[in-house]
């Protein structure tokens, strides 16, 4: 049994867990083994001081849910080898908040170009600066600031 | 003095293969005249044949889209001209005007004739038809004694241009079309000349009047029925329209062979599309409903032909409009696995009728 | 064998990529050799923008996800957000939405089966399955206004009232949309041509499609028997009889057949609602009219719903302000997609159209 | 669960062929469905959300309107009148502003209406705001309150 730091209930009642980051990996592969079959998504959240993965965690045999969060730096353990369907969740939480995910096996941006500056979600990102995306010759996305360089 | 013989001997010509030969004199001394007044005669003939397959195409065309917007509960084409019927002249006009686009890398030549290729033999398609009784009136253009054997081999040059079209764009795509092309070309062909290997066997003969003549009593569809199923789905891929349209395959490969393919020599593959179609029904008429043939002398064989290739173009336009994509491994399975052995099963079934109660056909 | 591959980009301009996605596709001949998925090109980041503003106005670009369900897109965030103010809704708007998001899955899965058939090759059922929701989208004209990105559910109700005229016209359409999707089916569902082109193809077992989050008629074609509005009822689901339909085979015929049952399936859940809808109100007044800027929420919730394409849901995160802190949303669609490559290795190229289609991606939705 | 559970053979496939083509056939027997737009007019329920409407004489100036608005298509604006007709008409605004609206950016999501204290904004069934001109596209406060046709005429500049 990994230990827990705290444990809390959501809005609509659902159990909220709270994980230390070395545990997490662990934890979860202990709730997969208790039948929790299906992660729903990965949350970054940036509190600012701090950021935070969240976990939605829901078992198809006798529909229990779970949240597991973690507070973290930047890096958390990839929960690929567990759940495959983590792949894209991570992705597009690195994309967008800025979390890397050790262990992940294609850690890209996948909804923003590649060479994107910042990470959108986070609450310090730039809103006024304008970004502009076009294409390499060989297929790669690139971004620049400059608006007659892109789209 | 000369001159006037010249000229005379052009007339004298022209009236003879008019089947006029009041002329008392014989002229066969100008060759020069003869040979010039065949010409004239080809030309005026070629022009007229063109001309009538392009009307073909444009109401067809025009027939395709009302239909197709009937079944779907649409109203179609209305705006221009009475009910909508100059909306394939203005689209016409559309592709002329626009830009005739060249990708880079394309081989130019081969990408430019392609589509030529595939439109001739619709042409050269029609002049084989025998639109009706030639002992009357000879509608057909070219009446020799291999009409059949030449139509096959017309048809065949068709997806040729496809090939060279497909791959000479220098686009994945389209060599994906042009490949498929050339596999679904050698699915269908075979069974469709077996099958009318059958029908000549039947009629004794390789001229299309000669067939139509042998279908006076009986046509052919009743004792070659297997043969016209397997003439009529290679036709239908011939036209590659659906359920056999893989060359170009509208949400699978873009647009196939055609996809680098814009302006009007995107509209030459899109007319000789329904030129395709046009000449398919009347192939099918001839060969196996009796071509010009019909219960009532009254009512000139060619109203008959066009009834019965009518009825063809509908079925081909329904298939068209109503039916999904096949896979590509499926038409080949289908075209090697059944309609092979089918058109065999049929060859001998019609050599037997042949041998036992020939002269009745 | 390495020069005999061949690497195709499907998309984003491609007839029937549903949008914008584009498929790295490593090809040998017609088979699939690997499929790579790039996603993005919609991307509008409804997540940010949600974060800039007060609840009420995060409500148009969520409509703006599933663009052809909206209704079901509103549900998710209205649901979470009430739980996140511990709104008391009237029961009236809870049937109202229950009728409408019943309506509005039908209007989806028609969409789906149109662009399907077109993928499929078939020109013509896209032209009924487009008159038969024409009619749906009418009636929501008529109650909310609009007919296609609605902004209708509103925190604590709905806008407004369903009117008489509107009853009438769900009972007209409810009473004959039953045979008009028999027609439909017929086109589809014994074609020996469509059949051919679906069964066993775009494979996708239990347990990959557990693995992959993959949810809603996907799910339900692969053998698991999983509907929130049965398994874990929200609204008045657990009020209403429906069944849901089940296959085993997982390939794309089978997603075809449980994607039909439901409409079936959601007609008979729309007349039960009719029946049920009590009198009353529909818009608790404690949140309309100045309130809507002034709405406050802590905490954090996530209500699941039972979207057309599975489960959907917000994760809303409010820190005690008029705006929410984090706008999380589940899309199905995008943990549909990404088990794409495993339901395309080895199969053909004119197998690709067919899965990617009977996925159901819509791509507001997956690149938010 | 109904007969189509299971996929059919190929002789019921090809009648199933034969099936579907019947009933796309028999489709071309039935009315249209669809209209002729500039000829036909489509008719608009009472509750479409076209054009935003201001009724001048209610707007109390709260720019309760300008804060929901999504994408700032609303934006508040300064609109003086005449002391003639202050004294006549007896506006409730007394700031004197009132909102605007650019019809090009409006996504008529109706909750400028929904959030309206006295009912002044309204989204009407006037959908024909297509202008030549970026300029023409923002509307001041004595233009909301009129109908496209009495704004422009028949013919848009």
């Known amino acids: 049994m990994i230990p827990v730091e705290s444990e809390s209930t959501s809005k609509e009642g659902t159990k909220i867990v709270y994980v230390s980051k070395e545990n997490l990996f662990a934890y979860m592969k202990e709730r997969k083994d208790e039948g929790y079959d299906i992660l729903l998504m990965v949350t970054g959240i940036d509190y600012k001081d701090h950021l935070e993965v969240v976990y939605h965690l829901l078992s198809t045999a006798n529909g229990n849910r779970l949240i597991v969060k973690t507070k973290t730096d930047g890096e958390v353990d990839s929960m690929v080898p567990l759940w495959a369907g983590a792949n894209w969740h991570e992705r597009e939480t690195w994309d967008l908040v800025g979390i890397k995910f050790k262990g992940h096996p294609n850690l890209k941006r996948i909804l923003l170009a590649e060479g994107w500056v910042g990470h959108p979600l986070r609450k310090d990102y730039p809103l006024d600066k304008k970004q502009y995306v076009n294409l390499k010759e060989n297929g790669e996305d690139y971004v620049s600031y400059d608006p007659r360089e892109g789209y | ?361 | ?368 | 669960m109904t007969q189509s559970d299971k996929a059919p053979g190929p002789i019921a496939g090809i009648g199933g062929i034969i099936k579907g083509v019947w009933t796309i056939f028999t489709q071309g027997f039935k009315p249209k469905v669809t209209k002729q737009v500039p000829e036909e007019k489509l008719e608009y329920p009472e509750r479409a959300t076209g054009r935003v409407f201001l009724n001048m004489d209610a707007c109390i100036g709260c720019t309760l309107c300008e804060q929901i608005c999504p994408n700032g298509t609303i934006k508040m604006v300064t609109f003086a009148f005449s002391k003639k007709e202050e004294f006549d008409k007896k506006y409730p605004n007394k700031r004197q502003i009132f909102p605007s609206v650019d019809v090009s950016t409006c996504t008529h999501c109706n909750l400028c209406e929904e959030i309206c204290p006295t009912g002044a904004i309204t989204l009407e069934a006037e959908i024909d705001e297509i202008h030549f001109r970026r300029e023409n596209t923002r509307y001041s406060p004595p233009m909301l309150a009129k109908k496209e046709s009495e704004l422009w005429g028949n013919d848009k500049k």
């Open chain 3, 1 to 368: 064998m390495e020069d005999k591959v061949i690497e195709v980009n499907f998309g984003p301009q491609h007839p029937s990529t549903h949008g914008v996605l584009r498929i790295k596709v490593k090809l040998d001949g017609e088979i699939i050799m690997d499929a790579y998925p790039v996603i993005g090109y919609l991307h509008r980041n409804a997540e940010k923008l949600s974060e800039m503003g007060a609840y009420p106005k995060a409500l148009i670009y969520i409509d703006r996800l599933d663009y052809v369900a909206s209704l079901n897109n509103e549900l998710g965030y209205v649901l979470s957000a009430e739980k996140l103010m511990d709104a008391q809704v009237p029961e009236r708007a809870q049937w109202i939405r229950m009728m409408l998001v019943e309506l509005n899955r039908i209007a989806s899965h028609l969409v789906w089966l149109g662009t399907h058939g077109l993928d499929m090759g078939m020109l013509t059922p896209y032209f009924y399955c487009w008159r038969e929701r024409e009619r749906i989208l009418r009636i929501f004209d008529e109650i909310t206004g609009s007919r296609l990105l609605y902004n209708y559910f509103a925190i604590g109700g709905v806008y407004s009232d369903i009117t008489p005229k509107a009853i009438d016209m769900i009972k007209e359409f409810l009473a004959d949309f039953g045979s008009k999707l028999e027609e439909i089916q017929a086109i589809f569902a014994k074609n020996y041509i469509y059949v051919k082109r679906t069964r066993d193809v775009g494979k996708l077992s239990l347990e990959d499609a557990l693995s992959y989050g993959v949810t809603g008629p996907l799910l339900r074609a692969s053998g698991k028997k999983w509907d929130l509005r049965k398994n874990q009822p929200y609204l008045y689901y657990d009020q209403v009889n429906f069944d849901i339909p089940v296959r085993q085979e997982g390939d794309v015929y089978a997603r075809f057949q449980v994607r039909i049952e439901e409409m079936r399936q959601s007609i008979k859940i729309a007349q039960q609602v009719l029946s049920k809808i009590p009198e009353g109100e529909y818009y608790n007044k404690k949140f309309s009219k100045p309130m809507l800027v002034r709405l406050k929420g802590t905490g954090d919730s996530y209500v699941p719903t039972e979207s057309p394409k599975g489960e959907y849901g917000v994760y809303l995160i409010g820190d005690g302000s008029t705006i929410p802190y984090r706008v999380r949303i589940r899309s199905p669609s995008f943990a549909n997609l990404s088990a794409l490559p495993i339901m395309l290795k080895g199969y053909k190229i004119a197998d690709l159209t067919a899965t990617v289609s009977s996925l159901d991606p819509v791509f507001g939705e997956v690149d938010r």
């Open chain 2, 1 to 361: 003095m000369n001159l006037f013989f010249f000229l005379m001997s052009i007339l004298y010509g022209l009236l003879k293969f008019l089947h006029i030969n009041f002329i008392p004199y014989t002229w066969d001394g100008y060759p020069v005249g003869l040979w010039i007044a065949y010409l004239i005669i080809s030309a005026v003939e070629v022009i007229l044949v063109f001309a009538i397959a392009m009307i073909v195409v444009v109401i067809l065309v025009y027939v395709f889209r009302k239909y197709m917007a009937d079944l779907q509960n649409r109203i179609g084409p209305n705006r221009l001209g009475p009910w909508g019927t100059f909306q394939l002249i203005a689209d016409v006009f559309k592709l002329l005007q626009k830009q005739d686009i060249v990708p880079a890398n394309a081989d130019r030549l081969a990408f430019k004739i392609a589509p030529y290729i595939v439109f001739t033999p619709v042409i050269l398609g029609f002049i084989l038809i025998p639109f009706g009784n030639v002992s009357i009136l000879n509608l057909m253009v070219t009446n020799f004694q291999y009409t059949v054997l030449f139509l096959v081999a017309v048809m065949i040059v068709s997806p040729l241009g496809e090939i060279i079209g497909g791959l000479s764009s220098h686009n994945k795509f389209a060599l994906y079309g042009a490949l498929r092309s050339a596999a679904q070309d050698i699915g269908y062909e075979v069974p469709m000349m077996i099958s009318i290997i059958s029908i000549v066997i039947l009629a004794g003969s390789y001229s299309a009047n000669a067939i139509v003549y042998a279908q006076r009593n009986l046509p052919f569809i009743i004792p070659e029925i297997l043969g016209f199923i397997v003439f009529f789905l290679a036709m239908i891929a011939k036209q590659s329209i659906p359920p056999f349209d893989l060359p170009e395959s509208g949400s699978e490969l873009v647009s196939g062979f055609s996809t680098e393919y814009s302006g009007m020599r995107y509209g030459i593959f899109y007319m000789a599309n329904f030129g395709f179609m046009a000449l398919a029904s009347f192939v099918v008429a001839t060969l196996y409903l009796g071509g010009w043939e019909g219960p009532f002398s009254v009512i000139p064989g060619l109203v008959w032909l066009i009834i019965k290739a009518a009825v063809f173009m509908i079925i081909f336009l329904l298939s068209w409009i109503a039916l999904g994509r096949t896979r590509v491994d499926q038409f080949l399975n289908m075209g090697w696995k059944y309609l092979l052995p089918l058109s065999i099963l049929n060859l001998i079934i019609s050599t037997g009728l042949a041998f036992y109660v020939g002269g009745w056909f």
